[in-house]
């Protein structure tokens, strides 16, 4: 069996070398780690690779390597983590000709690997017009959706809640887009700093994507668009757990259903290095609403699986959560071979 990796960080090293040319912002410089300080713009340096995270082959031969140990391989779904907030909150010309370049590599990562390496898009969300353009553009060359930052412009001043995002949800829905939510570094690492990270990386993280994620709920987002799918990673962040309390406290919303029935709607991933968080996310979001993922290479496969093993699911959920959730929910196409095509 083919494992699809739905939470899988590949950056084109591309996108880094063209801002490492620019002299003004945004901009980018190397680092000891072989990965990239990004500032978006004056004032703000943010770094979050190293130099594992630039090698596709690489680490597609280190999946398959712990794959391998139970019998089987990996597929990878290429989305953007933290990084993602960069082309939202640099400024929209700036933010457009680097997204339309990640997302030209990207395709060209899914082409180079077909059936094994599919891949997530991005757009400049701080230019709703251009950011419907681009996911159109996404879609058109066979991504599976885009990446969604939790804030918008420099020092992230937009919510993606703001009305004037209402075209690119509905287009979307439209196009069957998956719309990808991750931590992405910018709202709270001031008021959870120190500690070597311990405080942000363990709690900062979920808080930032779980706001975020929630005020597509509050706004009513997910009530006006029904189909629209969206992709909660890290099991859900805070959302499963304290499900009940929005459900308590959100009546100012003034929403036709309980908020956690929009949250049920939402996909989600296995990011979470506790076999009992884990099972609580599946149980809370349904069998069919939950997809594997490993962060690699935040975390790792061997690991992530081992986890997994540990809930005690059925052959059956487990296919549905390690392969045939994504395949389905995604829409992920394998290669038609040779013989067929021709025949068609």
């Known amino acids: ?14 996108v880094f070398e063209m801002l490492c040319k620019r002299s003004g912002y945004p901009r980018a410089v190397p680092t000891s780690r072989g990965g990239y300080l990004v500032s978006p713009y004056e004032g703000v340096s943010r770094t979050d690779t190293w130099a594992d995270w630039f090698d596709l082959d690489a680490m597609l031969e280190h999946m398959d390597n712990a794959a391998a140990k139970i019998g089987c391989d990996f597929g990878v779904v290429c989305t953007t983590g ?44 701080q230019d709703p017009k251009r ?9 058109k060359m066979g991504l599976v959706g885009v990446n969604v930052p939790g804030s918008i412009g420099p020092r992230g001043e937009t919510r993606i809640d703001d009305p004037s995002l209402e075209p690119f949800y ?13 931590p992405t570094d910018v709202v709270f690492p001031e008021i959870c700093g120190g500690k070597d990270g311990a405080l942000y990386n363990s709690l900062g993280k979920i808080i930032d994507l779980s706001l975020a ?25 805070a959302l499963p757990y304290q499900s009940g309390r929005m459900d308590k406290n959100s009546n100012a919303a003034n929403l036709p259903r309980a908020p956690s029935e929009y949250l049920k709607r939402m996909y989600s991933d296995t990011v979470q290095p506790h076999a009992l968080g884990m099972k609580f996310t599946i149980d809370y979001y349904g ?39 994504a395949r389905l929910v995604l829409n992920l196409k394998d290669p038609v071979p040779e013989k067929q095509a021709a025949i068609a």
């Open 82 to 125: 933290p990084g993602g907030a960069f082309f939202s909150e640099t400024d929209a010309a700036h933010g457009l000709a680097a997204a339309q370049m990640w997302n030209d590599e990207m395709a060209g990562a899914v082409a180079r690997y077909p059936g094994k390496v599919w891949a997530s898009g991005v757009v400049p969300l």
């Open 170 to 182: 509905d287009r979307a829905e439209k196009l069957g887009a998956m719309l990808f939510l991750h």
């Open 1 to 14: 069996m083919r494992i699809i990796d739905t939470h899988f960080h590949w950056y084109p090293r591309s």
């Open 213 to 237: 994620i929630y005020r597509l709920v509050v706004s009513g987002i997910m009530e006006r668009h029904p189909a629209l799918k969206v992709y909660v990673s890290h099991a859900g962040g």
């Open 131 to 139: 950011a419907v353009e681009e996911l159109e553009r996404a879609m």
């Open 287 to 325: 069998v069919d609403h939950v997809m594997y993922g490993d962060d690699y290479p935040c975390w790792n496969p061997k690991a992530a699986l081992e986890v997994f093993g540990e809930i005690g699911l059925s052959k059956e959920d487990q296919r549905k959560i390690l392969s045939d959730n």
